[in-house]
């Protein structure tokens, strides 16, 4: 085993970020879509930090990022260490871009210690994880573990701009060439991300780091729950069919179900209010009920409990409740034995390995099509996510960097 030099520089792990989060289209947080000026910028600031780690960059068929830095047997399996470009709106600044900057700095400290590992290692920077502009997760990843398919280039934005015109804009001439973004399982030896935890949990426990055990698994809804609109002031409440007292009813239950099987999670995210005006009683309402869960079957039965009790409310109120699914996410569990490197790694720095599952869906989930997958979580404060306020220790990035280096080490060197 090659002895460990800790020689991870958390300051330039933090530099990069705050000057990757100037690649912005909002000066409140952090807003960069996939294929815009905005990610072009932050492109060529990865794509020069790649090139000075000593790495080989390209970009693939669909404007993926990536940067090789080559191992003793050139024809190995690539372990490959990602996380995503992109961002939701007026985001914060290290979700994503934490684990490509990692990724960078492990590349980095290697050829800094003049190391070169059995195996190649690419650092991948995913072009559209968030799936903000064109309503679908994970394009990038999905190209590269060959789930992207044609259809998916007619895809558009909110004004009608499709991925295939998109890629064109930033010179792409032949959108189908996403097909070239593809591997094998043959090519690769593993997947590796790190990324912030986006909860509490390690906060809680007072440590930096933790491993993932797996990504829950999520099924969504669409729901509309049809009542009888009349006016505020002359319908007597008993008698009322008011779709908006349905609505509550049923978002009381879920929680009440979620709760009752933790640690699912089950979440109405929007509501539409008609005709919504102060003196009349709502008589439409649509929203979305979002579950997640690691267990199959703990999910489907809560499931089940939901859409049961949703005819009983809608019996006892005069509604009508209808529910079409619009989402199915199948769980992904992490590699045991990628997991228990990650741990061994987690307890080098005298470090307890907190075991987490994540809620949020990250680019493991696509990548799991095609290879082994593993996370690490670093601790982020208040469990904050999607906010101009996320933030990370410097400390943490550094401890973070530290565990993926030394489980990149273990993963990439043949062991006698």
């Known amino acids: 085993m090659i002895k460990l030099k800790h020689d991870i520089d958390a300051k330039r792990i933090s530099t990069r970020i705050e000057e990757l989060a100037g690649c912005s289209s909002t000066s409140v947080g952090v807003t960069r879509l996939p294929f815009t000026v905005e990610s072009s910028e932050a492109e060529r600031l990865v794509e020069e930090?790649?090139?000075?780690?000593?790495?080989?960059?390209?970009?693939?068929?669909?404007?993926?990022?990536?940067g090789r830095y080559k191992g003793k047997d050139p024809s190995a399996p690539v372990?490959?260490?990602?996380?995503?470009?992109?961002?939701?709106?007026?985001?914060?600044?290290?979700?994503?871009?934490?684990?490509?900057?990692?990724?960078?700095?492990v590349v980095q400290t290697l050829r800094d210690n003049g190391l070169?590992?059995?195996?190649?290692?690419?650092?991948?920077?995913?072009c559209d994880e968030e799936g903000v502009r064109f309503h679908s997760t994970f394009l990038g990843s999905k190209a590269i573990a060959g789930t992207f398919i044609d259809e998916d280039l007619e895809r558009a934005d909110e004004k009608g701009i499709t991925i295939a015109e998109a890629l064109k804009g930033i010179g792409i001439a032949d959108p189908y060439a996403y097909k070239n973004a593809s591997r094998t399982p043959e090519e690769l030896l593993a997947y590796l991300e790190l990324h912030i935890e986006q909860g509490p949990v390690l906060e809680k426990e007072n440590e930096p780091v933790g491993v993932v055990s797996g990504i829950a698994g999520a099924t969504r809804f669409s729901f509309e729950i049809i009542g009888k609109p009349g006016h505020a002031g002359t319908v007597p409440v008993a008698i009322r069919q008011d779709a908006l007292l349905g609505a509550a009813d049923l978002i009381s239950y879920s929680e009440k179900i979620a709760l009752q099987n933790e640690p699912l999670v089950a979440t109405v995210g929007k509501l539409t209010v008609s005709p919504g005006a102060s003196n009349v009683i709502p008589g439409l309402v649509t929203g979305t009920l979002d579950i997640r869960d690691l267990n199959v079957e703990r999910k489907q039965k809560a499931i089940d409990a939901i859409l049961t009790e949703s005819e009983r409310i809608a019996e006892s109120r005069g509604l009508q409740m209808k529910f079409e699914q619009v989402m199915e996410a199948d769980p992904v569990y992490c590699n045991e034995e990628m997991i228990k490197l990650i741990e061994e790694s987690i307890s080098e720095r005298s470090g307890s390995a907190v075991s987490l599952v994540s809620g949020a869906g990250h680019d493991a989930m696509a990548m799991a099509d095609v290879t082994n997958v593993a996370m690490?979580?670093?601790?982020?404060?208040?469990?904050?996510?999607?906010?101009?306020?996320?933030?990370?220790t410097e400390e943490d990035m550094g401890a973070g960097a530290e565990v993926l280096y030394s489980t990149v080490i273990k993963l990439a060197t043949k062991q006698s």
């Open 49 to 66: 930090w790649m090139k000075a780690a000593g790495m080989a960059v390209r970009k693939d068929g669909l404007n993926n990022i990536i």
């Open 376 to 392: 690490i979580f670093v601790r982020c404060k208040d469990g904050l996510s999607h906010h101009p306020d996320e933030f990370v």
């Open 79 to 105: 372990l490959m260490i990602g996380s995503h470009l992109d961002s939701v709106i007026e985001a914060g600044k290290y979700d994503g871009i934490l684990g490509v900057i990692s990724g960078i700095e």
């Open 116 to 126: 070169i590992l059995d195996n190649p290692i690419e650092v991948v920077g995913f």
